[in-house]
């Protein structure tokens, strides 16, 4: 199987984060994007090739264990980095950078044809490709740079790949040696006249590479939906769908009635209203009420509930979700011991930490949640903690603040296919999430992931999703039923049956999840406990 994600916009450490992981996984990968602005220099890059104080530069520099010198990523610019498994021998990385080369020149031979009379190809001693026009000196069009491991179970995984100017600003490589050539420019399918989109060119390179690396693979394709949506009627998220390809003409209406196996009876027995009690007695606040579970009398009856730290303000504005976006307010210091006594209180052996997204904060709220955690431990030592966050804006010392306090799970979300990303959820991103949880994973957590089906997404994307979970780390993922809260909330395209869930539970396993908890009515939180037994060996859960 070759995986070939078309992602968008990411920045270069999560991406260079999210391909060491997939170089772990058993399925190739193509990964198509773009960066914002960034210079990186490989291991054999020459100091004196930048030209300016690195102030001067106006973007990070990065130093990055590829061959090569320095060069820039940008927007404007396809960047592909394919993580394959090549042979042995010793000319297999050789042959590797060729069959990349050649993509490349049978995408910019095609973009140029009628526009330009060029010679596009190889240039001896450097790699990349290149255009010549009639007398004029080769130009570089696109640099690459890759590298070769051998890991530990034999296999020789590639890294990195290449960078293809588009509409590339040409002036940011005017503060460098490009590649460490300094007599030969830099240019772009803009420069040469091409009027051809940024995104089109990322289509036809993923499909390029593709059949160049993997001509007999089956070849499993997801895009990040990033087009401009227009006015309209509907609200943003709804035009965002249709411009994903959901047909919302054909959503479930608010008022219809739900399937049986979505209607749950409303049992307040003693247990419901006692930890209803409690919550209202310690001032806390619980995503069960604030999201509108469905399966809060269930929970609740059973002593069990997932705790919202960090307020009840979100500052995200998802499609799906029922918590307020208002201003938030400050962190109270007082949380951590309020949560800490319910846990203990409640005598819980498994306790659920969940949090608003907090963007006002420098280190999206990972301290306040790292000192609940911290008080749990001090109060119920052997309870498990769970965590569920935010992706804490990609930042790696915000999650190293979080993991540091030891929680028995980091879980974090995907919520839906790569395609209705930006419908969904336009403040998160699907190769953010995969790379918070893929840092999770490498540092040795036992990590979670969940996502919402009946928003317009198909089986084979779900599965997809599911692949990808696996692939970066995730043991456990929870599948559940998108419920529309409210009719200014995204509309739900269909119902999915219990037999579909039975179907992706069976899936997921089969991709290497260890434990898949599939159901109309689960929710990150759904059975906690018995997902973390299910999906943990009993040395590591109390190993900790």
Known sequence: MLRVRLLGRVDYDEAL??????????????????????????????????????????????????????????????????????????????????????????????????????????????PGVWVTIADKPPAKVAAVGVRSTRLGDGRRRTLHGIALNVDVDLAWFDRIVPCGIPDLPVTSLRELGSTVEVDEVADRLANAVARRLSPDAQIDVASVDQGVVGTGHEQVGVRRLRHAGVDTDRSVALSERKPPWLRIPATMGDDFLALKRLTKDLQLVTVCEEAGCPNIFECWSEGTATFMVNGDRCTRACGFCLVDTRRPLAIDPTEPGRVAAAVAQLGLTHAVITCVARDDLPDGGARAIADCVSAIRQRSPDCAVEVLTSDLKGDRASLATLLAAGPDVLNHNVETVARLQRAVRPSAGYARSLTVLARAAEQGFVVKSGLMVGLGENFDEVVATLGDLAAVGVRTATIGQYLRPTASHLPVSRYWAPEEFDALATAGMALGLAHVQASPLTRSSYHARDAHAASVPVALRTGR
């Open 17 to 126: 984060d999210l391909q060491r992981a997939l170089q772990r996984a058993q399925d190739d990968y193509v990964l198509v994007l773009e960066h914002p602005a960034v210079y990186t220099a490989g291991v054999r890059a020459d100091s004196a090739n930048v030209l300016v104080p690195a102030h001067e530069l106006g973007a990070a520099l990065i130093a990055v264990d590829r061959g090569g010198d320095v060069t820039f990523h940008g927007p404007g610019q396809v960047v592909c980095y394919p993580i394959v498994t090549i042979g042995q021998d010793p000319g297999a990385g050789r042959d590797h950078v060729h069959r990349l080369e050649d993509a490349v020149c049978e995408v910019v031979a095609a973009e140029l044809a009628g526009v330009v009379d060029a010679a596009v190809g190889r240039l001896e001693d450097h």
